[in-house]
């Protein structure tokens, strides 16, 4: 399995700002996720961070309001950008270490609430 | 569309008792499964992932699949209070991401 941790736990942040999402995992990874759930709701699947380029991208999520970075094998983030209440939610960052199978582990999620 | 389809629930069983959670898949080229804990404001935890036609047993957990009739399944035998979750059912078909289920969930009465 892969130790993954979020940064931060949880923010509450005001209307038209940006928080960014900061997910690390302890060892080197073949894919990185970037999911929302809201409450009560599933994951929904925001993007898939490619490492040295540009973010692939779900229906209905756009580069401008979620900016996503990879840099290296172990280090993603992602930006929630002018931030509206319809933001909040829980963003859980999810990674797969090889590339057989699928499997894949979730963060311990990033709360975040707008006001 | 790559579907994963789960009863919502809540599917309410008596601690001792086996529960059963069902999980149906619309891709007939799903490769793997898998079935995730998710306890209410944590986030997913991997429990098992199977790939093979039958039975899949790690401690109380079992899961099943059934290829032909594109079903997967988790038993938990001698379910505990502990075990009252959201159980989600994720398919992978070779592509880059897994398809969810909504999720079941699971009351355990003391």
């Known amino acids: 399995s892969a130790v993954i941790s979020q940064k931060p736990s949880r923010d509450i942040c005001q209307r038209g700002t940006s928080l960014t999402i900061q997910c690390q995992v302890d060892?080197?990874?073949?894919?990185m996720f970037w999911y929302r759930q809201q409450p009560g709701q599933s994951l929904t699947l925001i993007a898939t961070?490619?490492?040295?380029?540009?973010?692939?991208?779900e229906s209905g999520f756009v580069i401008d309001k979620f900016p996503i970075s990879r840099p290296n094998l172990t280090f993603s983030t992602l930006t929630v950008s002018n931030m509206s209440p319809e933001d909040s939610s829980i963003y859980l960052c999810?990674?797969?270490?090889?590339?057989?199978?699928?499997?894949?582990?979730f963060g311990p999620g990033t709360r975040l609430t707008v006001l | 569309q790559k579907e994963v389809e789960q009863n919502s629930g809540p599917l309410s069983v008596p601690e001792g008792a086996i529960a059963s959670l069902n999980c149906t898949y619309s891709?007939?080229?799903?490769?793997?499964f898998f079935w995730y804990r998710q306890y209410s404001g944590k986030s997913p935890e991997l429990i098992m992932f199977?790939?093979?036609?039958g039975d899949k047993e790690d401690g109380r957990f079992t899961a099943q699949l059934n290829k032909a009739s594109q079903y997967v399944s988790l038993l938990i035998r001698d379910s505990q209070p502990s075990d009252s979750a959201t159980y989600l059912c994720?398919?992978?078909?070779?592509?880059?991401?897994?398809?969810f289920g909504k999720g079941t969930m699971l009351l355990v009465s003391p």
């Open positions: 999810s990674v797969r270490p090889g590339q057989g199978d699928g499997t894949q582990y």
């Open positions: 060892s080197q990874v073949t894919m």
């Open positions: 961070a490619n490492q040295g380029s540009e973010a692939t991208y």
């Open positions: 891709d007939r080229g799903s490769q793997s």
């Open positions: 199977i790939y093979s036609n």
């Open positions: 994720a398919a992978y078909s070779g592509y880059s991401t897994l398809t």
